[in-house]
């Protein structure tokens, strides 16, 4: 999370976390990463993962309809000749290859070398597996599989900002999830992904922290305010995010891929993007076209549950040392709230100011007993804002202070969703179900 006012500003990570408690600014922009060995084996790790063929960070990613399609990304040192991803109905000796599209882009004053391949066709609640494939050889085979149409039960793994000045903090969060609940079908990180969009370390050591799973269930990824970031601590578009992260289309001229939407089992995903604010630097109109893209695909979904993922948070909050700042609502809250309401989005799930909240459900901006339940995810790295924020009074359940790492999980059965926030050793701290 940061202020647009001190995007443009190279204020370190660690002079702004000494000064932000008493001075009680909310973000700075970013930190400069050191070359620890954690990121310099990062590479090599990715790389073991897909036995000889020189593939990194493999990762699967979702896609407009998962039970019948899955999109396969990956990156190599040099450039593959025939690449391509073969795939298999699990235990089967007959399979599919689908030939990968290759795409170089330069960032960090890296070039990067990435294959993405789109497998279709797939049949709902099948086991599948898959391997990367080249004229130089092949990988190791990965699992896939594919939700049942309809109504499905199932879990998935949601992790709030995973922004570090060391990953290895996200990592642990990242694998103890995963460790504890290894029937996950998917996983989501809210935003913030990283701390410096531009800074290609960070990305190498964030897919690095998700190893055995971003290649085995899918991955649904958001845009934060820090995906804009340049190694300047200026605003930029979100070149590597948009690159690394091939998610569903929107039909959108100038904002392709910026926000998306998707189904599995019988819930409709809505991934808003919140970045407006960054992003009308360079150009103008994300928040103006997400309404109406909003309400027709939300109105055209058949499906019985309606979950919206956006990373800044609808609520505004007061600041320890602050007394200028008021409790309220956001620019986002007050835009997209009434058309939460209005749509029957189910759950709403954000991010960005690093801490768990619970409000309940809140409709016409207060809260009640119906309307959508929200949900504030928390924090997923080490960057943290211990003593910041002043409790809102929407606020129904707090995680413990100060604050530590956490990690959600969403269970889906046809008649209820269920939300559950965990701390890092699996200590459960919030469980709300939603039914209807």
């Avoid at 990435?114 to 797939?122: E, S």
């Amino acid at each position: 999370m940061t202020n647009k006012q001190n995007t443009k500003s190279r204020l370190s990570r660690r002079s702004f976390i000494k000064g932000a408690a008493g001075l009680g600014v909310l973000a700075a922009a970013g930190c400069f990463l050191p070359q620890t060995s954690f990121f310099r084996s990062a590479k090599n790790s990715a790389m073991a993962l897909t036995g000889d063929l020189q593939a990194m960070y493999l990762r699967q990613l979702i896609t407009a309809n998962a039970a019948n399609s899955r999109r396969i990304m990956w990156q190599s040192d040099t450039p593959l000749e025939n690449p391509g991803i073969e795939y298999r109905a699990k235990d089967s000796s007959d399979s599919h290859t689908v030939t990968a599209a290759q795409a170089f882009f330069t960032d960090d004053g890296t070039e990067n070398c990435q294959y993405d391949a789109l497998l279709t066709g797939l049949k709902p609640g099948q086991k599948y597996e898959y391997r990367v494939t080249c004229k130089q050889g092949a990988g190791d085979w990965h699992p896939l599989a594919t939700p049942q149409e309809g109504a499905a039960s199932y879990k998935m793994l949601v992790f709030p900002d995973s922004q570090s000045s060391d990953y290895s903090d996200w990592e642990k969060t990242a694998q103890s999830a995963w460790q504890r609940n290894p029937d996950a079908c998917a996983f989501i990180n809210m935003g913030d992904i990283v701390d410096n969009g531009e800074d290609s370390t960070q990305w190498h050591a964030w897919f690095n922290a998700v190893n055995g799973m971003k290649e085995n269930i899918p991955f649904i990824p958001l845009m934060g305010n820090h995906e804009t970031y340049n190694k300047d601590w200026k605003v930029r578009l979100p070149e590597a995010y948009l690159n690394y992260f091939h998610t569903p289309a929107n039909n959108s001229q100038n904002f392709e891929r910026y926000y998306y939407s998707f189904d599995y089992g019988d819930v409709h995903f809505i991934v808003l993007n919140s970045q407006w604010d960054e992003i009308n630097d360079f150009k103008q109109g994300l928040m103006e076209e997400q309404i109406p893209w909003l309400r027709e695909d939300v109105q055209k979904s058949k499906a019985k549950w309606k979950i919206l993922l956006v990373h800044k948070d609808v609520l505004q909050y007061r600041i320890h040392g602050r007394p200028e700042r008021k409790e309220g609502l956001s620019d986002l809250g007050q835009t997209f709230m009434p058309i939460f309401d209005e749509l029957g989005i189910d759950i709403v799930f954000t991010a960005h100011l690093h801490t768990y909240r619970n409000r309940g459900h809140l409709y016409n901006l207060s809260p009640s007993d119906k309307g959508p339940l929200y949900i504030l995810t928390g924090v997923a790295g080490n960057v943290r804002y211990p003593g910041l924020w002043i409790d809102h009074a929407y606020d129904k359940v707090t995680a413990p202070q100060p604050e530590t790492d956490n990690y959600l999980t969403l269970e889906v059965t046809p008649d209820q969703l269920t939300v559950a926030c965990f701390l890092p050793d699996g200590q459960e701290i919030d469980r709300v179900s939603v039914r209807k």
